[in-house]
């Protein structure tokens, strides 16, 4: 009976440390295309003084796609839809699964402070 508790728990053990280690990797996947995004987003002339930020998150299960939220505040309707399709470019190149949340607004942009 000893036996068979200390197997269970061992298999326990082994189940926690695999899904620790998935998770694991799977942020650091996300951390890459948030990096990358970001630094895509800095070097592009086009969105100078523009605060936009991507996040990425990668859900734990492997079939899920990860989600990369783009917020921030844009001047027009079209600077919204050219920083999506550029998020949308860029992200391609890193992955092939992933879906864009668009969290931008449309409003007056803040100068940057000094």
């Known amino acids: 009976m ?4 200390v197997i269970v728990l061992l298999v326990l ?3 926690v440390a695999k899904i620790i ?8 996947d996300a951390m890459h295309v ?14 100078a003084g523009l605060a936009v930020t991507p996040t990425a ?4 299960w492997r079939g899920s796609p990860m989600v990369i939220s783009v917020s921030g505040i844009v001047p027009s309707k079209e ?3 050219t920083i999506l399709q550029f998020v949308n470019a860029e992200a391609t ?19 940057a402070a000094s």
Do not use: C, N, T
Not at 2 to 5: C, G, K, P, Q, T
Not at 57 to 60: G, I, T
């Open 2 to 5: 000893i036996v068979a508790v």
């Open 21 to 28: 280690d998935l998770k694991r990797k799977r942020d650091a």
């Open 57 to 60: 998150h990668a859900p734990l």
């Open 34 to 47: 948030q990096a990358v995004l970001s630094d895509a987003l800095l070097r592009e002339k086009g969105f």
């Open 93 to 111: 190149r890193v992955r092939s699964d992933f879906r864009v949340e668009d969290l931008l607004v449309v409003g007056p942009v803040m100068p």
């Open 13 to 15: 053990v082994i189940a």
């Open 79 to 81: 600077q919204r839809q």
